[in-house]
């Protein structure tokens, strides 16, 4: 069992920066291809980004790329997001996600294991 835990959502102004972070308790993450998903209100979950096992691919949904960045820690301790120029249709919940899997995925249904989400405000 990995028990993932998102930190650093808040509220903050359209254009400005955010940087989330998602570690396992008690697990390292280099095990896993990792993902970062959100959910607004009234919507279904959908993709934002995705990194393979060994950080070296990565995918975007169309509507965050060239703003958000996904990465990995040295230590592989960690995954990060990286966004930039936020704007208000950002706000949601993110959630990271974990699959036993080299490869990364724009499927919610292929990863195992989810954080309980962070809440990202974006304000006009």
């Known amino acids: 069992q990995v028990q993932l835990v998102e930190s650093g959502g808040g509220l903050v102004q359209a254009g400005g920066s955010l940087r989330l972070s998602c570690a396992a308790s008690g697990r390292t993450l280099s095990s896993f291809a990792m993902g970062w998903f959100r959910q607004a209100p009234g919507q279904e979950r959908e993709f934002v980004a995705t990194i393979s096992r060994n950080g070296e691919n990565s995918e975007y949904a169309d509507s965050v790329k060239g703003r958000f960045t996904i990465s990995r820690g040295n230590a592989g301790d960690t995954v990060y997001l990286q966004m930039n120029s936020l704007n208000v249709e950002d706000t949601a919940v993110y959630y990271c996600?974990?699959?036993?899997?080299?490869?990364?995925?724009?499927?919610?249904?292929?990863?195992?294991?989810w954080g309980p989400g962070t809440q990202v405000t974006v304000s006009s």
């Open positions: 996600a974990a699959r036993p899997s080299s490869s990364g995925s724009r499927l919610p249904t292929s990863f195992v294991f």
